[in-house]
């Protein structure tokens, strides 16, 4: 907390420096028909001070020295305005109404200037980073993937290039609050992490609060992705895009509803053609076997809005997807191992909003949503024991020989999660304050089924390691959860702003409550430069819903059965964070933020004390030969069990750095940002501390767009990574199984068919956890735009490739015992060089 203290210090001291008197602009941004414009961009021409309309189009713009000025308005599908004239005297509250009109600039050819970026220094939130839909679509590598573009934000990373999952600031994915237009979303995920569920051509806002983000969310222990999608364009009854690539098709269909119904609807649809187009091609060219499945995934998503009537509005949300695989291999019978693997999973999600504004400063929001997701999956696989040389059996002679040991593991998964949501958010302003609050309710209904048979010898393998292999999981929880919030955003001084916050979370799965204090301040230092701090306490639940398809490291599978939960109390984690924000030029910016985190209550499978088979090799005698070691006894060695509890703590630190040259008009031909982390995670259990599987100390990004004329764009990304830790083998040991000898079961050291000795891998004790590191990853991506115009419609044709120089980066290890009982590694690697092209049109 000393931290902490400092920090708000620091921050009050700035703010009692003497500054010269200064006024305020207000006002509101409207179209013909006096409705607000909804995060207008207001700009104050020849000074580095702005700001974003709210909701209802209302704008305040603080420390502006007195004089006449000129504004300049934008925003999305109207015309920019030019305003000039504006008066602010000292100590004085200007008022100005500004109206906009429609144009017939197509919204996707709009680029949002300066936008939320350049945000008033009374917004106190640390730790915010915004992505523009248009940045999305052209940034190289990503495969336009919302959660892939996130990645390249400084303090986020990505566990593999085979995942759009978020590591953000030493936590796993599971520990990160996603919200899409108001709604949880529990697995934003498809193709089974490869993707993310967000469509690039209809979302219109990305915001990441990675650290010290307001009482206004909650039940999460690390960082916000707030995604919004966008209302479809009124300029037409009907418009249309289609975005064409080797791998998959993106339709897009939107329009203003009749005259006589206010409103707008945006219909989209997507499928991967992987499983159609791409697998025939990989297959004919022999880049993979035959019994090689490729996955596929479909979706259809919805917005309509209706109104405004008055000072109502009305929005529904619905979306509805689906991924599927099934995968026979072995067939063939070219190597040992055989697969089948079916796997169906299904998403819903249906949102209600009610927007009403019943006075200049009240704003009211009502939210009713429904979300599910569902899945199944079958699996059985016969595979070769992990501890020979895989490569001796993959050329199809294997089935002459037999000195090959296969394990096999037969299991099958059922799952549904549903959620039914009433939320209550309101917001007024009143003098110095803007007052924010809400209550939400959350019926949960989870199912959760998993039954496994394994292997004896997988099972004793595992065994040897500690790990108790769980046989099955039938738990079916119907639950609630509560939550009330309250914030204020109050301006001390015309250079302090504050928020103070509480939340209140009821978990009815652990049967208790938690208070949850929050705040944070901010600081302007001159006209370009703001100084923010924050702080708060955070906790989140267990929840079966949270870790499926999240794949949390290192945490097992965990029984969430009543007779546990009861017992839990929820995870915990403290942050504080202090930032600066400056702008250098009108296009130049430059941040830098400081952070901790310190978790607690983290939970884990409960470690027990236990017992394993060991022995001991006689004086003399061939290593191979059984009879060269002792009858296996029983000693004490601690073991995983599937029973959840709260044994870990944790600690992220780190800094973090951006320099960022936004492009501010069309005729700007260089944009793009630097940005540099540095950062430590660690988990402590049981007296031993290691680092977090996704601890990478240093992170650089590169990224840049280049207009090369007026059809031509380049961008390129390269990334660089320090790597995440492993747990390297410390050696080998004999296997010990157990037979049935003259009627009695024991303990015997396992041979092969030849008779011979087997040996497996030692992973050493607690203290060799995660003692290792991965070389350094890096890659460059590059990706090239051509645009033109022919037929009556906007044609955008590109060419990215992921991995130019075809790095080899490393995702895993595979250690295997070879004849002379020395260690054999072999590494799997990720992407390699990768090239896509597509066309997107627009008419």
Same mark, same amino acid.
């Given at each position: 907390?000393?931290?902490?203290?400092?920090?708000?210090?620091?921050?009050?001291?700035?703010?009692?420096?003497?500054?010269?008197?200064?006024?305020?602009?207000?006002?509101?941004?409207?179209?013909?028909?006096?409705?607000?414009?909804?995060?207008?961009?207001?700009?104050?021409?020849?000074?580095?001070?702005?700001?974003?309309?709210?909701?209802?189009?209302?704008?305040?713009?603080?420390?502006?020295?007195?004089?006449?000025?000129?504004?300049?308005?934008?925003?999305?599908?109207?015309?920019?305005?030019?305003?000039?004239?504006?008066?602010?005297?000292?100590?004085?509250?200007?008022?100005?109404?500004?109206?906009?009109?429609?144009?017939?600039?197509?919204?996707?050819?709009?680029?949002?200037?300066?936008?939320?970026?350049?945000?008033?220094?009374?917004?106190?939130?640390?730790?915010?980073?915004?992505?523009?839909?248009?940045?999305?679509?052209?940034?190289?590598?990503?495969?336009?993937?919302?959660?892939?573009?996130?990645?390249?934000?400084?303090? *986020?990373?990505?566990?593999?290039?085979?995942?759009?999952?978020?590591?953000?600031?030493?936590?796993?994915?599971?520990?990160?609050?996603?919200?899409?237009? &108001?709604?949880?979303?529990?697995?934003?995920?498809?193709?089974?992490?490869?993707?993310?569920?967000?469509?690039?051509?209809?979302?219109?806002?990305?915001?990441?609060?990675?650290?010290?983000?307001?009482?206004?969310?909650?039940?999460?222990?690390?960082?916000?992705? &707030?995604?919004?999608?966008?209302?479809?364009?009124? &300029?037409?009854?009907?418009?249309?895009?289609?975005?064409?690539?080797?791998?998959?098709?993106?339709?897009?269909?939107?329009?203003?509803?009749?005259?006589?119904?206010?409103?707008?609807?945006?219909?989209?649809?997507?499928?991967?053609?992987?499983?159609?187009?791409?697998?025939?091609?990989?297959?004919?060219?022999?880049?993979?076997?035959?019994?090689?499945?490729?996955?596929?995934?479909?979706?259809?998503?919805?917005?309509?809005?209706?109104?405004?009537?008055?000072?109502?509005?009305?929005?529904?949300?619905?979306?509805?997807?689906?991924?599927?695989?099934?995968?026979?291999?072995?067939?063939?019978?070219?190597?040992?191992?055989?697969?089948?693997?079916?796997?169906?999973?299904?998403?819903?999600?249906?949102?209600?909003?009610?927007?009403?504004?019943?006075?200049?400063?009240?704003?009211?929001?009502?939210?009713?949503?429904?979300?599910?997701?569902?899945?199944?999956? %079958?699996?059985?696989?016969?595979?070769?024991?992990?501890?020979?040389?895989?490569?001796?059996?993959?050329?199809?002679?294997?089935?002459?020989?037999?000195?090959?040991?296969?394990?096999?593991?037969?299991?099958?998964?059922?799952?549904?999660?549903?959620?039914?949501?009433?939320?209550?958010?309101?917001?007024?302003?009143?003098?110095?304050? *803007?007052?924010?609050?809400?209550?939400?309710?959350?019926?949960?209904?989870?199912?959760?089924?998993?039954?496994?048979?394994?292997?004896?010898?997988?099972?004793?393998?595992?065994?040897?390691?500690?790990?108790?292999?769980?046989?099955?999981?039938?738990?079916?929880?119907?639950?609630?959860?509560?939550?009330?919030?309250?914030?204020?955003?109050?301006?001390?001084?015309?250079?302090?702003?504050?928020?103070?916050?509480?939340?209140?979370?009821?978990?009815?799965?652990?049967?208790?409550?938690?208070?949850?204090?929050?705040?944070?301040?901010?600081?302007?230092?001159?006209?370009?430069?703001?100084?923010?701090?924050?702080?708060?306490?955070?906790?989140?639940?267990?929840?079966?819903?949270? *870790?499926?398809?999240?794949?949390?490291?290192?945490?097992?599978?965990?029984?969430?059965?009543?007779?546990?939960?009861?017992?839990?109390?929820? %995870?915990?984690?403290?942050?504080?964070?202090?930032?600066?924000?400056?702008?250098?030029?009108?296009?130049?910016?430059?941040?830098?933020?400081?952070?901790?985190?310190?978790?607690?209550?983290?939970?884990?499978?409960?470690?027990?004390?236990?017992?394993?088979?060991?022995?001991?090799?006689?004086?003399?005698?061939?290593?191979?030969?059984?009879?060269?070691?002792?009858?296996?006894?029983?000693?004490?060695?601690?073991?995983?069990?599937?029973?959840?509890?709260?044994?870990?703590?944790?600690?992220?630190?780190?800094? %973090?750095?951006?320099?960022?040259?936004?492009?501010?008009?069309?005729?700007?031909?260089?944009?793009?940002?630097?940005?540099?982390?540095?950062?430590?995670? &660690?988990?402590?259990?049981?007296?031993?501390?290691?680092?977090?599987?996704?601890?990478?100390?240093?992170?650089?990004?590169?990224?840049?767009?280049?207009?090369?004329?007026?059809?031509?764009?380049?961008?390129?990304?390269?990334?660089?990574?320090?790597?995440?830790?492993?747990?390297?083998?410390?050696?080998?040991?004999?296997?010990?199984?157990?037979?049935?000898?003259?009627?009695?079961?024991?303990?015997?050291?396992?041979?092969?068919?030849?008779?011979?000795?087997?040996?497996?891998?030692?992973?050493?004790?607690?203290?060799?956890?995660?003692?290792?590191?991965?070389?350094?990853?890096?890659?460059?991506? *590059?990706?090239?735009?051509?645009?033109?115009?022919?037929?009556?419609?906007?044609?955008?044709?590109?060419?990215?490739?992921?991995?130019?120089?075809?790095?080899?980066?490393?995702?895993?290890?595979?250690?295997?015992?070879?004849?002379?009982?020395?260690?054999?590694?072999?590494?799997?690697?990720?992407?390699?060089?990768?090239?896509?092209?597509?066309?997107?049109?627009?008419?």
């Amino acid at each position: 907390m000393r931290l902490t203290y400092t920090a708000f210090l620091l921050l009050a001291f700035v703010s009692s420096a003497s500054h010269a008197q200064t006024g305020s602009l207000r006002g509101v941004v409207t179209d013909a028909r006096g409705n607000g414009l909804p995060m207008a961009n207001v700009l104050v021409v020849g000074t580095a001070r702005g700001a974003a309309a709210d909701l209802e189009g209302r704008f305040e713009i603080t420390g502006l020295a007195e004089g006449v000025y000129a504004l300049n308005v934008s925003f999305l599908g109207y015309e920019s305005r030019r305003v000039e004239n504006v008066r602010v005297a000292e100590g004085v509250l200007s008022q100005i109404t500004i109206l906009l009109t429609e144009s017939s600039i197509r919204l996707d050819d709009v680029k949002v200037v300066g936008d939320r970026d350049r945000r008033s220094f009374e917004d106190t939130r640390t730790s915010v980073k915004y992505l523009e839909a248009g940045t999305v679509r052209v940034l190289p590598g990503v495969g336009e993937d919302i959660l892939r573009s996130v990645q390249s934000l400084p303090g *986020v990373l990505a566990p593999s290039d085979f995942t759009a999952q978020l590591v953000i600031r030493g936590s796993g994915p599971d520990q990160n609050l996603i919200v899409m237009d &108001d709604i949880e979303i529990f697995n934003p995920y498809r193709l089974y992490g490869f993707i993310s569920m967000f469509n690039p051509e209809t979302v219109t806002d990305v915001s990441v609060e990675t650290g010290g983000f307001p009482a206004k969310y909650g039940d999460r222990l690390s960082a916000v992705l &707030d995604v919004t999608n966008r209302s479809g364009s009124s &300029d037409l009854p009907m418009q249309a895009s289609i975005n064409l690539s080797i791998t998959n098709v993106n339709a897009v269909l939107e329009g203003g509803l009749p005259d006589w119904l206010p409103g707008t609807y945006i219909l989209s649809a997507r499928r991967t053609y992987y499983d159609l187009i791409a697998a025939p091609l990989a297959r004919r060219t022999g880049a993979v076997g035959a019994d090689v499945a490729f996955p596929n995934f479909s979706d259809l998503q919805a917005k309509v809005t209706f109104g405004p009537f008055g000072p109502h509005r009305f929005i529904v949300n619905g979306l509805t997807s689906r991924d599927a695989v099934n995968l026979v291999s072995g067939t063939e019978r070219d190597r040992p191992d055989s697969l089948d693997w079916m796997n169906q999973t299904d998403h819903r999600v249906l949102g209600l909003a009610w927007h009403y504004t019943p006075g200049p400063n009240v704003f009211l929001k009502t939210i009713a949503s429904y979300y599910q997701n569902s899945g199944d999956t %079958e699996f059985f696989g016969s595979f070769l024991d992990p501890t020979l040389d895989r490569s001796q059996f993959e050329d199809g002679s294997w089935q002459g020989r037999s000195d090959y040991r296969l394990l096999s593991v037969d299991a099958t998964t059922e799952y549904n999660f549903e959620k039914r949501s009433m939320k209550q958010e309101a917001t007024w302003r009143t003098g110095r304050h *803007v007052l924010e609050g809400g209550v939400g309710y959350d019926r949960l209904q989870t199912t959760f089924r998993w039954r496994s048979d394994v292997d004896p010898v997988l099972r004793a393998i595992n065994q040897s390691r500690g790990i108790s292999v769980l046989n099955g999981v039938d738990d079916v929880r119907t639950y609630d959860r509560i939550n009330v919030y309250l914030q204020d955003r109050v301006s001390l001084t015309p250079w302090l702003t504050m928020k103070p916050g509480l939340r209140y979370d009821w978990y009815d799965l652990l049967g208790k409550g938690y208070i949850s204090p929050r705040l944070s301040a901010a600081v302007r230092g001159d006209a370009v430069t703001t100084l923010r701090a924050s702080t708060g306490i955070y906790y989140q639940s267990p929840g079966y819903e949270k *870790v499926v398809d999240t794949q949390r490291p290192n945490s097992g599978l965990n029984d969430l059965d009543e007779r546990y939960t009861r017992g839990l109390e929820a %995870e915990r984690a403290v942050h504080v964070v202090l930032g600066i924000d400056r702008w250098l030029t009108d296009d130049i910016r430059v941040s830098a933020d400081v952070y901790q985190k310190r978790f607690s209550n983290l939970i884990t499978p409960t470690v027990v004390s236990g017992s394993r088979y060991e022995t001991s090799r006689l004086a003399a005698g061939d290593p191979r030969d059984p009879s060269s070691w002792q009858t296996p006894v029983l000693v004490a060695f601690d073991s995983l069990t599937s029973i959840p509890s709260n044994q870990a703590n944790g600690l992220a630190r780190g800094f %973090e750095v951006l320099l960022e040259k936004k492009s501010m008009s069309r005729d700007d031909r260089i944009s793009g940002w630097v940005s540099y982390a540095y950062a430590t995670a &660690d988990r402590s259990e049981r007296g031993v501390t290691v680092p977090f599987e996704f601890d990478q100390r240093h992170t650089l990004n590169l990224t840049g767009s280049y207009k090369v004329n007026a059809w031509l764009d380049i961008g390129t990304t390269w990334r660089y990574g320090s790597n995440f830790p492993f747990t390297p083998a410390a050696g080998v040991r004999p296997r010990i199984v157990t037979a049935t000898i003259n009627g009695a079961v024991q303990p015997v050291v396992a041979t092969d068919a030849s008779g011979k000795v087997i040996f497996d891998v030692d992973r050493g004790g607690p203290n060799a956890v995660n003692s290792a590191r991965k070389p350094a990853y890096h890659r460059l991506d *590059v990706r090239a735009t051509a645009r033109t115009n022919f037929w009556g419609a906007d044609w955008a044709f590109y060419l990215d490739v992921i991995n130019l120089y075809n790095r080899a980066n490393v995702l895993n290890y595979s250690y295997f015992v070879r004849e002379d009982l020395s260690l054999g590694v072999r590494e799997t690697n990720m992407f390699p060089i990768l090239p896509t092209i597509g066309v997107s049109v627009r008419f």
